[in-house]
């Protein structure tokens, strides 16, 4: 197995998708550190297998702050940044503010400071990503999720704005998942209406999205690109 130098950042990867992908790049050799905000199980498995687990809340501006200094004190160089850190809350009368404020905070004031104070960790004359976990809903907006969906669209303008500036140094694309994989909760009903929505009209699992990530990292001729992993729902 190939050993790599230098780790890959993944931003929210105590569950779901992160963690499934911090643990397939630690069988593909690369060394990986993580950001995690709640200590989970899957946040102990990964500390187990010789993963940097990095405790951090992105709700505001003094966490996010505190986490780069964290992460310099750790590592003098990265292969790449994931950013999957996100939050999932509809509006709550008397609480849009606040709720706004955290998505703003979580899907783009941590990518854009991270980004800036952390493209010194990639500008090590090797390859370099910076990869934006974003959102297929950004396609057609939210009625019940506003200031997720807006979001996340401002995290798809940031993949492109850095992928501007930081190159050709450093490759910044996005990934744009549909539905990926249901929570142990979900009702058969609430399943098959979730399947309807895509023309493939399957739960396709997390590998889809390692998949993707892995073909961004590998290659060196895509930037600026959001990689839509939708199961065809824009053709329904």
Request: aromatic share 6%; with cysteine; charged share 20%.
């Amino acid at each position: 197995m190939n050993q790599h130098p230098l780790p890959i950042l993944i931003t929210g990867a105590s569950q779901r998708i992160g963690l499934y992908c911090a643990e397939r790049l630690l069988d593909d050799g690369y060394p990986v550190i993580i950001s995690y905000r709640s200590e989970r199980e899957g946040v102990a498995h990964l500390r187990s297998r010789g993963a940097t687990t990095l405790a951090a809340d992105f709700a505001n501006a003094a966490g996010i702050l505190g986490f780069i200094d964290t992460l310099k004190a750790h590592t003098g160089g990265l292969r790449a940044i994931v950013h999957n850190a996100s939050e999932w809350h509809s509006e709550t009368p008397g609480q849009e503010t606040e709720l706004f404020q955290r998505m703003f905070n979580v899907h783009m004031l941590a990518p854009y400071l991270i980004n800036l104070h952390c493209a010194e960790l990639l500008r090590h004359g090797g390859a370099a990503d910076i990869v934006h976990i974003g959102d297929d809903v950004t396609r057609r907006g939210s009625k019940k999720h506003i200031a997720y969906a807006a979001s996340k669209a401002g995290l798809d303008n940031l993949t492109l704005s850095f992928a501007a500036s930081l190159a050709p140094a450093i490759k910044v694309n996005g990934i744009a998942p549909a539905l990926i994989q249901f929570n142990p909760d979900d009702d058969e009903d609430y399943r098959r209406k979730a399947l309807a929505k895509s023309a493939l009209g399957i739960e396709p699992g997390p590998e889809v999205i390692y998949r993707s990530l892995r073909y961004l990292l590998d290659n060196p001729y895509v930037t600026g690109t959001i990689l839509t992993v939708n199961g065809g729902r824009h053709l329904i």
